[in-house]
């Protein structure tokens, strides 16, 4: 069966510090792979998503990052957060048949202080 | 312009009743699915119900059944007999098949359930 594995759970950093949010994937291969954001008490937001290693579409220009350098690999990142980069952040997977939902990670909780 | 709705907030239901939850969308595509997910305050989202836009059956899933009605253009969850671990937020969400490279998924603002015992 297939897992997603997100961490780590929560995070605390300092404005101004580097970001590495880590996803992996088992158990599939070629997934389409996502990062949303959902800030307390309200729907998601699509950040990135990919179709393929090394292929990353950016939804929303900011002050995030993303990368795949494997198959079952995605990462998000930043260079220097910002506070306004405190959130959960979530990262799903898909197949590419016909009609199957996205499965996300227990996604993470960021505080930026 | 928002393509999903869903106009409940926040809903009570006592244990064992059933409770609506209301979703409308919008799209131009003629081929689409619709989606619900919960959230429990843990914070992950689990996948409860697909719709596809051409199934001419309405989705059921155990507990969980969608009342599609496409010309309307809602996709209503419906959960029978309400348990205490039904409390949580509840998202609709639709994936338009065309102009959608990467199958991606527009999220409703949700509704938060709660169960009363």
């Known amino acids: 069966s297939q897992t997603i594995h997100q961490w780590p759970a929560t995070l605390v950093q300092p404005v101004g510090s580097p970001l590495s949010l880590e996803c992996t994937v088992e158990g599939t291969s070629n997934p389409n792979l996502y990062w949303y954001r959902q800030a307390a008490g309200r729907g998601l937001q699509l950040l990135f998503y990919?179709?393929?290693?090394?292929?990353i579409s950016s939804e929303v220009p900011q002050n995030l990052s993303a990368s795949r350098p494997q198959d079952r690999q995605f990462i998000l990142s930043s260079k220097k957060l910002l506070l306004s980069d405190s959130g959960f952040y979530l990262c799903a997977w898909r197949s590419r048949d016909r009609g199957q939902p996205q499965h996300f990670g227990d996604g993470t909780r960021l505080s930026i202080l | 312009a928002q393509k999903i709705t869903q106009t409940q907030p926040g809903m009570f239901v006592q244990e064992k009743e059933a409770v609506t939850l209301d979703c409308t969308y919008d799209t131009s595509d003629q081929s689409y699915g619709l989606f619900w997910y919960k959230q429990p305050s843990s914070g992950e989202m689990i996948f409860l119900i697909y719709?596809?836009?051409?199934?001419?059956q309405n989705a059921t899933e155990g507990r969980y059944s969608l009342n599609f009605q496409k010309a309307r253009k809602s996709a209503n969850l419906v959960i029978s007999a309400s348990q205490l671990g039904d409390s949580a937020m509840y998202f609709c969400?639709?994936?338009?098949?065309?102009?959608?490279?990467?199958?991606?998924?527009?999220f409703g603002q949700g509704t938060e359930l709660s169960v009363k015992p």
């Open positions: 990919s179709v393929g290693i090394g292929q």
């Open positions: 969400a639709m994936r338009e098949v065309y102009y959608n490279q990467g199958g991606k998924l527009i």
């Open positions: 719709q596809g836009s051409y199934d001419e």
